[in-house]
């Protein structure tokens, strides 16, 4: 059969980067002109804003580099469908710790001295040190020993990890939010209208308030509500993962029929979440205050949490599609999600609990605060022997593959015209 002349997904993936290039560049102006207007006015943050325009300009280079392999598909390059392989070795670890204390150090000392133009200067360049790396080291060491597949697919997947995946989240977590708010304040007006409408009045103060201290206290009591509490960690705890672990590799679920093997799925799901991880980490630690070290470390910290439970998403959904073992993604997908959960129920609690002392619950400082980092901790190490755990047993199970897999996937490149070839 004569193959077709565009390949379909490919050019899909092409136009879709085109698009996001031209919208973030746009993104980019506007964050790096503001921060400079605020820099020279010495108002606002121009820190935080430049690690923006610079977090979004990394984004952009990475797009162009993936853009570019995925191009290569869509001309019809033979070079495009060549495996990739990462060039990681185990010197890198080092060389990652290095970058990261280099970063944290000289970037601490800048954000300690609280001068403006030097924290513009440095803290862009000192975020991008402590947050890329870990990601690459990460990386390397969870897919040590497997295939990636066709370098084309492999950047198309990060791509659109950075791109199209977190847009539908950002959307789908909004509209929920916004969902239990109008429910609540519905519920709260017919049960109990008095309160109503001081929550209203409270609002529209805060709303014209700018004192931070002021807003702080006319929250407190609806901060250190129990249902408020429990409604806010269950959002944070349970919606946001349930969304989040679903389409982190929504790439995976696009070339679904195309992967080779569930190892291959785990590869690609920890791409897409790495690919996550990337674009959040380095946009949330967007801060130019003293705050910065503490911000920009735990926020590195987060890289293995996306990255192991979109792996094992990916091994599942590959699973699923190959094997017919949908237990194995239903399992996947719930472990993905109760980690994820866990961790962001004890980083939310964390959250509260440090302004506890504002807002009349000092005990929650010393009650809380400890148990819940001790938390996040465990968790960061028992994810990380999941990940190598995973490692391993996936690069055994590569090794009793038949030797007739090129032959069977010879024959499905030939005869295969689907739209995610």
Known sequence: MKPNKTHLSSTLTVLAFGVSILFLILIVLFLGISSLIDLFRGDGDPAAEMIGAIAFGFEIVLLLLCGWFVLQKAMRREQADLPFTLPFADWQLLAVIGLVLFGVIVGGIVAFTEIAWMGWII???????????????????????????????????????????????IVLEVVALLGIIIFGLILVAVLEPAAFQEFMRVAEIVRIETNEDVILNLLAPYISNPIAIAVGIGYIALIVPLIEELLKPLAVWLFAMKIESPAQGFVLGMLSGGAFALIESLNASADGTS?????????????????????LVGWGIISAFKEKRVGRLIAAYFAAVLIHGVWNASAAGTGISAIGESIGKPEWLFNYIPALICGLLVLGFGMLAVLFASNRKLRKSVTLLPENIPVVEEKDEAADTGIMR
């Open 123 to 169: 803290l862009p360049i000192a975020t991008l040190f402590v947050i890329i790396p870990p990601i690459w080291l990460l990386f390397g060491y969870g897919t040590r020993g497997l295939e990636t597949g066709p370098r084309w697919r492999f950047f198309a997947i990060f791509g659109l990890g950075m791109t199209v995946g977190p847009i539908i989240m």
């Open 291 to 311: 705050s910065w070290p503490v911000i920009v470390t735990v926020r590195a910290g987060t890289s293995i949490l996306h990255m192991t439970a979109s792996g």
